[in-house]
């Protein structure tokens, strides 16, 4: 079955360091999405991705965050300078139509550690 | 802005026996859907089931059920003949149709573990 994969499972970066997270999204899928989920706390919407641009994004994606679909397979989640409250686990999520409301593909996690 | 509330952090429920796990929400819309995630321990979320607000009927799915109580706002999850396999954070999340591409709010999740 055709599922959502990330890399890496766990980094763990200093402060001020810069951090890309992967995402292979479900190949025919065409909204892509990223939430993170801080220790203890919900699951966060961050951006979601179509038609290679920005179509909605959060507060907390502030200018330190970018997204980009480097090569139509790849969906990529970087950090310019990461700070302590950077750290958490961080989902990639994939969807197919506009139909399929709210049901996202989500892979394992990046688990981020800023120290 | 719409939210949604888990009050239950854990909870516990014997093999083959029957769970519920709470979910309130808050929205001044009126067309939405409601979901409930699965995430076993170092796995990927995975949806459970699905409501649309639209629809009066109860959503079910095999051992899975939801009480969806529209004026209320109440939204819960019922597991039938519990296995070890259900064992897992649950979440609740709530969909809004219009807007953008829109995004999932999540509750906080309620930890569900199964005794054998």
């Known amino acids: 079955e055709p599922e959502v994969t990330q890399t890496p499972s766990h980094q763990v970066t200093q402060m001020g360091q810069e951090v890309i997270l992967r995402c292979v999204p479900i190949s025919n899928h065409l909204y892509f999405y990223w939430y993170r989920q801080i220790l203890g706390q919900k699951v966060e919407f961050l951006v979601s991705f179509y038609n290679n641009e920005i179509s909605e994004k959060s507060e907390i994606f502030d200018d330190q965050f970018s997204v980009e679909r480097p090569d139509g397979s790849n969906f990529t989640l970087k950090i310019r300078s990461t700070k302590l409250e950077d750290s958490a686990m961080y989902f990639c999520?994939?969807?197919?139509?506009?139909?399929?409301?709210?049901?996202?593909?989500f892979g394992e996690g990046s688990r981020l550690t800023v120290l | 802005a719409q939210t949604v509330t888990q009050s239950q952090p854990e909870m516990s429920v014997q093999e083959a026996e029957t769970v519920t796990l709470s979910c309130t929400y808050d929205?001044?819309?009126?067309?939405?859907?409601l979901f409930w995630y699965k995430q076993p321990p170092s796995r990927q979320m995975i949806l459970v089931i699905r409501?649309?607000?639209?629809?009066?009927q109860n959503a079910t799915e095999n051992r899975f059920s939801v009480n969806f109580q529209k004026a209320a706002k109440s939204f819960s999850l019922k597991i039938s003949d519990s296995q070890l396999g259900d064992a897992a954070m649950y979440f609740c999340?709530?969909?809004?149709?219009?807007?953008?591409?829109?995004?999932?709010?999540f509750g906080k999740g309620t930890k569900l573990s199964v005794k054998p």
């Open positions: 999340a709530y969909w809004a149709v219009m807007g953008s591409q829109g995004n999932l709010i």
């Open positions: 999520a994939s969807r197919n139509t506009r139909q399929s409301h709210g049901e996202l593909f």
């Open positions: 929205t001044s819309e009126s067309d939405y859907y």
């Open positions: 409501q649309e607000a639209y629809k009066q």
